[in-house]
């Protein structure tokens, strides 16, 4: 949002620009002599240098040396002559051929040579950020290219992208547009990225990178990050993903449509990252005059490991990255484990009832509200009929709504505009918007189509759903926006010949509807749901507050899901819910203890029928409800420090410290038996301060599993492995609350 206003404005300068070049008056003059252009945070730098010949090559993205300019006379010992320098927005053309391109353009004559040189440079202060702009330009086909870099100095984050413009008089095609290229020097690198599929997401996957190519991508159109996150970190002379030492480069794409993010090692050993759209069936003509804005690329580098690199990232997330990111969010009953399609007035009372009473605070209604001639009773029918099911809910979702907010609760709300079920008026009223080819079959899965968000119509369309649907009743608090399904026989009946704009298109259309619905509703609450974790990047979550981690409630299973998770996202974004047992998608049994203190490491709600809670179940989740409330502000805005990863042992364990040390919260799962005699875990705490004394009190059981229980004890000894507590049986879990005394 913030950054959405910087860019019309700080577009003005490019266009004026464009059209002096359309013109063919003003030919780019190269400024001669070399440059150093530094992007600085508090405690890693990018220098980035203008050769003699107008070539601009990075040369260090690491920690901050006082004086950068001792980079002017720096040699990267690559050889120009055989294209193998560290090119900063390498475009196909010159030497430039051997290592995976930034940019591939087609010119009008056929040729496809981009030669850029560096034009010009501007800094510009805005307060807490600096953003520098860097403009490119080839001198013959006057192609422009800005580099902008967006410095975050306290959270030593750096956003870069590229505008691409067409300063000739013809239409150009841009074959391939990444936001930006990075080059790192070392001897060896170990990526860490996260691959999944449904109620599997996150997964993390570590591997040394070898000479050639891994690539991580998404040609989905929709539901980019189920299977592959566009996020990574990569361990710099390492072969290990430490936590709190070793130096840590992590990247994050703001984009939820098709991305690609490629990383060569080249011939000369180098890590060259590339990240940006998927140019997957997605070349673009760029008319005369016109820009092409790619998303933004989030970058950190720390010397302090996966944990700071973690760090820096929540903490910009929090002030900048995530709508409303940093506040507490209500806790919550969600339906849909609990009901399903299966619910009229009074069941929903009645759960808002059980959840007002065990002290959640906000009730919100999942799938199966709506439909009249298709009414939507399983997943087959109504998807597009956005009008309420008046022999389900006969009141009015006002009335539902009102009955919560006189309990003192919120009340939220499902939808999925995005989508039609062939059963549903919309797709006899509206057959043209459905992605399709034309003579092929349209596939179904989950028996829906998908909405073509590229036409404008249907981008209204979806706008509308979302105003009608909050039109419903003044007292909507909260909308679970969901997408679940990708696309398949992909076309678009709106953009005629020009096909390959689709999945961009798409994208861009998905954010501009987000964007209008921001203006209009500024403080809903908007959950990013795409089959769980189909949409789980840091383009959504400019628009949304947090994202439905994944459909998979099963706690064995979230603590892998959320430790990837929280490599690259916050906790505060992190919805988490405790559900019935046997668990619905993995048929675990695991105690209501364990699902409680794992959902409360993130954002904590309920997701099962409450009336099928025992009495003593409903009194420990009222107690776990309630003391979460006295520490949920750690986690939501607390430092995260991870203590044991459950993909390297039988442990997980994590806690969150408050930004003066002065409080803190421990979580401690056991995943697998260890045995009855050095069963425990002594886990060294982290990011107390040393000297600092500090009360350890166990929640939510009236006998500790740690000998210390009750004690104060200085930070450290807790951080030099006094901390011992004995959760060794399978499905054991602690959760600790320390304050400074
Ligand atoms: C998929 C979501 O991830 C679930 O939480 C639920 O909202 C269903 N869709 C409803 O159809």
Redesign the pocket.
Known sequence: MRRQTLLTAANLLPLILSALLCLGTLLPAFADGKKVIPIETDNTQLVLLVEESGSLITVHYGPRVEDPTQFLDYSTHRANEHGCGPVTYPAIGSRYLIGQEALSVIYPDGYRNTELRYLSHEVRNLGERVLTRITLSDELTHLRVDLLYEAYPHEDVILTHSEITNGDRKDVTLMKYASCSMHVEGEQFLLSHFHGSWADEMQLEREVLGHGIVTIESRRGTQATQCNNPSFMVSINSDRLTEEYGEVLAGALCWSANYQITFERDETGRLNIISGINPFNSEYRLSPGKTFLTPDMVWTRSSNGAGGASRNLHAWARRWGVYGGGEVNPTLL?S?EGAYFSFTTPTLLRMIDDAADMGLEMFVL??GWFGVEYPRNG?AAGLGDWVLNTKKIPEGIDYVASYAHAKGMKFGI?I?PEMVNPDSRLAHEHPDWVIQSPGREIPQSRNQWVLDLSNPQVQDFVYGVFDSVMKLSPHIDYV?W?C?RIMASVGSKYLGKEQNRLFVEYGQGLYSVLARIRRTYPDVLIQC????GGRVDYGALRYCNEI?TS?NTDALCRSYIQYSTSLIYPACVMASHVSAVPNHQSGNVTPLKFRFDMACSGRLGMELQPRNLTAAEKEYAKRAISEYKTYRDLVFKGDLYRLASPYDGDHYALMYVSSDKSRAVVFVYCLKYENRETGGITLPLTGLDPKGRYSVKELGVDRSCWWGDGKTFQGDFLQGGGFNPRVRTQFASAVFYLEAR
């Open positions: 969600n849909w999942d799938d997943d499902w999925e679970k969901d679940n749901c795409s089959s769980g439905w459909d």
